[in-house]
């Protein structure tokens, strides 16, 4: 242990550091050093227990949180000489981690291969498309709590079966009951479980039920996923839901060797089903005395003045006066700030004016801050509310604007507002006259007067662009459009994705997609707004399976699309663009919800929504029945939980804050909230023209800590054939819509991967040629639905035939198989490199790579480029496996299934010097890609041909 370097641990972090075996429970205040604390236990484990990490799960609460934890995890190891393969240890969200642990024992889970992952809109569309012949027929669906419109229903059959899957409710139980509550909101979940079953989709909240089930119900996975998993530990345990816990004291079920950290105080996340009893109950787990608590108080991130202001914020306001007290249910602590603070100069401050000029008197401050070079960046700033779709936040955003100051405020729901939006969506309804015609009288069956409204403001806004005679090509395309699509007597090769795409070629859709990358979040909203704008379009017609658009059909696609798919994501609001690489954009004020703000923190922080009171939230009948059928009782008491959740919340709000704490309110509009009354009367007024800026030394924002991932089919050959291609489908995240025929190789892959799971289980008794008939067909089933593509009879034969003929040329030998499907990556100093092998095989300590191709062999002189690319990526995987294992690569081998006769492998010799030279040319790749070169265009006219971009590129 002496040699191990602790860096700056403090003697409480060093604890948490060393403890591993057993039980731990770390309390991390805010600022305490809680990722350090967790990145230098990784380590530790590694480096001093010689623990192989791939004995190690770390799960986190966000997909940034996990990228962030892996970044610092392969840096700190890297810097001492250890090699990490980030796809060896488990690290990442529980959601990707149970998604990991389905893929890898799929076999025995409920689920078949090829489901959908259902987003929260999928799941309540899904709904919606089933609700009259699902739902409105079950016989107790009228005790379910009215809801004035189908779709906020349907909203809520999600948050029931969500919660029946979360909280491991016994719904066959539920459906025993006399009370008809109960057996409406049991019969909605069982309906709901078996549509999703049918669909063979997965929502969040399933994923979890579906890893916690492969656990519970098969001792052979649990025993086997024991042996491969030693180490457990839960960042944010304090927001973590009943299924988590079960599944973290699952997974440590055999080592006990489980550390969780959180802060009780910072638990904000009841409405997604968190609780914080799983924090505060988990030393009760274990035997007495078996778990370890450290707390960690000492804050490293803020003034004493603002940890002072939110410690009292915890104490003060507790006890009769508010008429709750916290009694058992938060740990005592005192967090103690480390840091100096600022002499002659409050760190908490407040801000406030009447309700004409509260916008002006905010802009003046952070403008005068500016000017008076306190802060270099507008980023320094974070405004905090509880919701940034409110009237003070919108009111301030605008005024900020006004004023030349940019804001960052992906999830204020304006995206429907922004000008290119409308725009794209105005030129889209002018390509159908008829469905215009009919805007104009109102002739729908079902339309609201906002949609309507809304798209009538899209087409003026349209109108007004196509005046200008600079525009008059665009003039001809929509007249032209429009009246093949008036008299349509074909079906057209397109849908809605693809008529966006084709607008990509006018002028200002042409300047927007040319925007250059090496600019601001804000430079590029509208280019990124397009992006989302082809992705809400290409999502419809995969839900309502829309390809082309049918002469017998359109007005109803039409409808459907506009009145009912549109009108829906519009009552739901849909988030703009987060850049996951910078902390938050430079040269914008960011506007955050508290619960956005998380984890993070800022210089200045401007915390608003004063106003607000402690509120009942949620659904009571439902609490009270997962209280009763739940799998545990109620805990914390119900009148009380209003007054916990607020003040949680404030303290993860002010406590964001590294170097001055600002209180502000608009007054005249809504009086001050009664917690609030005390402290905003006690803090001085901050006068931005006598504030004594110059006293503080601000922060800078810290740097985003995410190293990109790279593989070579899908970054770095892509970039290769037209960096331009990648700068659009990458980058920027189109969705392409011509995507090539690939059923058919998925089809025969997936199949010849059973094959070998089949070999690598030591069940190769069951590797017969009727059961890979089998296996091919249950895959095909899977695959079609889920891409809403078919293959004729004929064709599924010739698939099968390639899947004999692999399985014939083995000969029952399967003994040299050593993994399949791989996943491989290597983390190099800025970057990570990922890649999939599909097989590897060997003995004698040497190993050969395997690709599988499903189609005849080709020619070695014709074929010479795509040989060469296809030689570079096993060279690739050559260099992964050796860096990784250690082990030597002796050949590289494609396989061929679709070669009838003759010998179906091309090999290629290894050896370093051209394994060196394609590692050298993916690093320059990589820093290509990282430096944003996206000036030179695909050279091969094919590429051109099948590319969604061939109407704005020309090339």
Sequence with gaps: ???????????????????????????????????????????????????????????????????????????????????????????????????????????????????????????????????????????????????????????QICSIANAMSEELVDVDKMLKSDDPVTLAYAEVAKAYNEMLTEKNWLDFAHIQLEAYQLLAWHPNVLSEVHDQIKYVMVDEYQDTNYIQEQLTLLLSKKSHNVCVVGDDDQGLYRFRGATIRNILEFPDKFGDGDCVRIALTDNYRSDPGIVAFYNEWMERTAGPRFRFDWEDYRFEKTIKATRKGVDDAPAVVKIGDDEDYWCDTVCDFVLQLKKRGAIDDYNQIAFLFKSVKHRNARDLAERFEERGVSVYSPRSDVFFERSEVKLAIGVLLLLFPRYVQRLETGDFKYADETSIRYYVSCILKANELLKDEDNAALRKWIAATGRAHTTMAKNTDYAFSGLVYQLFEFEPFKSIIDTPLDTGVHDQRSVRNLSILVGITSKFEYLQRVDILTAERIDATLERFFNTYLRFLMLGGIDEYEDETEYVPSGCVPFLTIHQSKGMEFPIVVVDSLYATPTKAGDEVLQG????????????????????????????????????????????????????????????????????????????????????????????????GCSVQYKLFRELGFTPVRVGATLFGQLVHQTIEDVHRAALRGECDRITLENADDWLQSNYETLSTSQHAYLSKVVIDAAKRQVRRYIERRAGRWDDIVEAEVQIGLSKPDYIIHGTVDLIEGDDGTVDVVDFKSERKPDVNRDYELLETYRKQLLLYAHLIEEKTGRAVGKMKLYYTGEESGNPVITFSRDKRSIDAVAAEFDDVAHKIMRREYSCRATNARLCENCDFRYYCKN
């Design 1 to 155: 242990m002496d040699g191990f370097d602790f860096g700056s641990a403090n003697d409480a972090q060093r604890n948490a550091i060393i403890s591993t075996e057993g039980p731990l429970l770390v309390t991390a205040g805010p600022g305490t050093g809680k990722t350090f604390t967790l990145v230098k236990r990784v380590s530790y484990l590694v480096q001093e227990k010689h623990v192989d990490p791939s004995n190690i799960l770390v799960a986190t609460f966000t997909e940034k949180a996990a990228k962030e934890l892996v970044t610092r995890i392969s840096n700190e190891l890297s810097a001492n000489g250890v090699e990490f393969d980030v796809n060896e240890m488990y690290v990442g969200t529980f959601h990707s981690i149970c998604l990991r642990l389905i893929k890898e024992h799929i076999e025995y889970s409920n689920v078949r291969k090829n489901y959908r992952v259902a987003d929260s809109f999928d799941q309540q569309y899904l709904v919606y498309q089933n609700y009259w012949s699902r739902f409105k027929s079950l016989e107790h669906f009228a005790e379910l709590p009215k809801k004035t419109r189908v779709w906020d229903t349907c909203e």
């Design 625 to 720: 029945i997962k209280d009763r059928y739940g799998a545990r009782e109620a805990y914390e008491p119900i009148d009380s939980i209003k007054y916990f959740d607020f003040w949680r919340l404030y303290y993860t709000a002010f406590s964001r804050a590294q170097d001055l704490l600002v209180l502000t309110h608009r007054e005249g509009t809504r009086k001050i909230g009664k917690a609030f009354e005390e402290p905003y009367g006690e803090l001085p007024t901050c006068n931005p023209d006598t504030f004594p800026f110059d006293k503080f030394a601000f922060h800078h924002v810290k740097e985003s800590d995410l190293k990109p991932v790279y593989s070579f089919t899908s970054d770095i050959s892509l970039y290769e």
